[in-house]
């Protein structure tokens, strides 16, 4: 009848975060604040 939407939220590890360009959780160490978002160090190389 009506399509339902994924509300599964995936847990991120203590000490980790999510990049906001690509999705991938990374160590907060592995990632780069710019221009208010979270970018992992893969997307800078």
């Known amino acids: ?3 339902q939407e ?3 939220v ?3 590890p ?3 975060a999510q990049c906001d360009q690509c999705g991938e959780i990374a160590k907060e160490n ?3 604040y710019l221009d208010g978002t ?3 160090l893969d997307l800078l190389v």
Request: net charge negative; hydrophobic share 30%; proline share 0%.
């Open 6 to 8: 994924s509300t599964y």
């Open 30 to 32: 592995e990632m780069d």
């Open 38 to 40: 979270n970018v992992c």
């Open 10 to 12: 995936r847990e991120i």
């Open 1 to 3: 009848m009506f399509e």
């Open 14 to 16: 203590e000490g980790c």
